[in-house]
């Protein structure tokens, strides 16, 4: 049995799952749990969440079983130690690996061979932007601090086969800087799309999958809105309940 230490947490996040997380640390959000849903799987692949924190896009992924194999990169020793804790406590160990690195270090030969997919819920925030954090965790986790959208897709350039899937969410105000250090690193946008909290607001999140050495042309799909009428979409109730996206937001 798995207890929370005294500076953390326990929740529940999906499929069964619970999860510990640093009372004072940033916690998972929508995006962490839309950007698990939008990564397609290949169930004999293997792949890695860089930037983990407490891991839960890597558990989102190995409970729906979209990897054999999973490797959780982070950075910050305490959250390595509750991302391995967290994939022991799910049973998740044997599909999930932690590698406590810079990313900005890493290669293949870490990975043991080049991978099928990078997943990343990378800083959205530039050193120096916004309110200093008095958590130096939180602050790493919302800042530039170890690296920025360029190093992040530098490192899954490095790591990915050719023809390997790259999945981020970004904040839409940071786009060009994201599609920049996509194709500045051979990791060229083939699907889009743009999430709004309804159809009152501005969107919200940006997530893309690109492919290594791929060809030009990038799938927008229709919008994802959060909430109709302040109730959950459609759409968002069948992600909640499958992992998945919708057809819909597929290229035919």
């Given at each position: 049995?798995?207890?929370?230490?005294?500076d953390?947490?326990?929740?529940?996040?999906?499929?069964?799952?619970?999860?510990l997380?640093?009372?004072?640390?940033?916690?998972?959000?929508?995006?962490?749990?839309?950007?698990?849903?939008?990564?397609?799987?290949?169930?004999?692949?293997?792949?890695?969440?860089?930037?983990?924190?407490?891991?839960?896009?890597?558990?989102?992924?190995?409970?729906?079983?979209?990897?054999?194999?999973?490797?959780?990169?982070?950075?910050?020793?305490?959250?390595?130690?509750?991302?391995?804790?967290?994939?022991?406590?799910?049973?998740?160990?044997?599909?999930?690996?932690?590698?406590?690195?810079?990313?900005?270090?890493?290669?293949?030969?870490?990975?043991?061979?080049?991978?099928?997919?990078?997943?990343?819920?990378?800083?959205?925030?530039?050193?120096?932007?916004?309110?200093?954090?008095?958590?130096?965790?939180?602050?790493?986790?919302?800042?530039?601090?170890?690296?920025?959208?360029?190093d992040?897709?530098?490192?899954?350039?490095?790591?990915?086969?050719?023809?390997?899937?790259?999945?981020?969410?970004?904040?839409?105000?940071?786009?060009?800087?994201?599609?920049?250090?996509?194709?500045?690193?051979?990791?060229?946008?083939?699907?889009?799309?743009?999430?709004?909290?309804?159809?009152?607001?501005?969107?919200?999140?940006?997530?893309?999958?690109?492919?290594?050495?791929?060809?030009?042309?990038?799938?927008?799909?229709k919008?994802?809105?959060?909430?109709?009428?302040?109730?959950?979409?459609?759409?968002?109730?069948?992600?909640?309940?499958?992992g998945?996206?919708?057809?819909?937001?597929?290229?035919?």
């Amino acid at each position: 049995m798995f207890l929370p230490a005294y500076d953390e947490k326990l929740e529940c996040v999906n499929f069964g799952l619970e999860i510990l997380q640093k009372k004072r640390g940033l916690t998972y959000g929508t995006d962490a749990l839309l950007l698990a849903a939008y990564v397609r799987g290949r169930t004999s692949g293997r792949a890695a969440d860089l930037g983990a924190g407490s891991g839960v896009i890597g558990l989102l992924c190995a409970a729906k079983e979209k990897f054999r194999q999973i490797y959780s990169v982070e950075i910050q020793l305490e959250y390595a130690e509750l991302c391995t804790k967290n994939a022991a406590m799910n049973r998740l160990d044997q599909r999930m690996s932690v590698i406590c690195r810079d990313l900005r270090s890493l290669t293949a030969s870490d990975t043991e061979g080049e991978l099928d997919a990078i997943m990343t819920n990378p800083p959205y925030m530039t050193v120096g932007s916004g309110k200093r954090n008095e958590d130096d965790g939180k602050y790493i986790a919302r800042h530039e601090v170890y690296g920025g959208i360029g190093d992040f897709c530098a490192a899954g350039a490095r790591l990915l086969k050719c023809g390997g899937s790259f999945y981020v969410v970004y904040r839409p105000d940071r786009i060009i800087d994201l599609i920049a250090a996509l194709r500045e690193n051979g990791l060229e946008p083939k699907r889009m799309t743009m999430v709004y909290r309804d159809t009152n607001h501005i969107p919200s999140l940006a997530l893309i999958e690109a492919k290594k050495d791929g060809a030009p042309s990038c799938f927008v799909t229709k919008p994802l809105i959060l909430y109709e009428n302040r109730l959950e979409s459609d759409d968002l109730k069948y992600i909640m309940e499958t992992g998945n996206f919708d057809e819909s937001y597929y290229r035919a």
